[in-house]
């Protein structure tokens, strides 16, 4: 059982465009939410991460929305560039357990 | 400061055949974790440990043994090895719960 849902498997998007990839999870237990970028050939790399006492977190391009209620966040990522091209993965974890959850994964081409 | 670091990096095997995938950390995180990597699947747990002496199964441990001797290492073991565990696996480690994975570059495993 997939304990956090990812969509798209795959996105294309123009260069200046903006990138969306959508998690959703059940266990409200939960109580962060990272996002990892994955370059080929390389293991994953923290990009961004959530609280749920806030609903947006933003750094630079990438913005985290979370919507508790709907148990979903997303990953926003503003005038995509050709470098942002990689696989992003959400995930989640509780302060109770000792694992992360991660999402099946978004392979992310930005065409210039 | 080299982080977390597997070796090898590429390995073909023949069925049947055992070895052992190294993961070595200097970061002093308590936990550590193996994770496979297949297209379309995500990131899928196989062992993880809390601590030195401390393991425990993920979401697909079998076929594979774990042990945590100390804080810095944590070898996977391939018993018996099968095609179905031609993969790309990552050791993370972290240091506390609900806090900042990371990741090693990874193994590239075929079995033939």
């Known amino acids: 059982q997939q304990q956090v849902k990812q969509s798209p498997q795959s996105l294309i998007v123009q260069k200046g465009g903006i990138s969306i990839i959508n998690c959703a999870y059940e266990?409200?237990?939960?109580?962060?939410f990272p996002w990892y970028q994955q370059f080929p050939g390389k293991g994953p790399a923290l990009l961004i991460a959530i609280r749920p006492d806030v609903s947006e977190k933003k750094e630079g391009r990438f913005t985290i929305s979370f919507n508790k209620s709907a148990k979903q966040f997303s990953l926003h990522i503003m005038d995509s560039q050709p470098g942002d091209s990689a696989t992003y993965f959400c995930?989640?974890?509780?302060?109770?357990?000792?694992?992360?959850?991660f999402g099946t994964g978004t392979s992310l081409t930005v065409i210039p | 400061n080299a982080g977390v670091t597997q070796t090898p990096k590429f390995q073909v095997l023949k069925t049947g055949q055992s070895m052992t995938l190294q993961c070595a950390q200097d970061m002093n995180h308590e936990y550590m974790s193996w994770y496979r990597q297949d297209p379309g699947m995500g990131l899928r747990l196989i062992h993880y440990?809390?601590?030195?002496?401390?393991?425990d199964q993920g979401e697909v441990p079998n076929g594979y043994n774990v042990s945590r001797s100390t804080t810095e290492d944590f070898p996977l073991r391939l018993l018996s090895a099968a095609p179905s565990q031609t993969s790309v696996y990552f050791c993370a480690t972290f240091q506390r719960r609900n806090t900042e994975a990371f990741f090693g570059q990874g193994t590239r495993l075929t079995v033939v």
């Open positions: 440990s809390v601590g030195a002496g401390i393991t």
């Open positions: 995930a989640a974890s509780s302060n109770t357990g000792n694992q992360f959850y």
């Open positions: 266990n409200t237990a939960f109580d962060y």
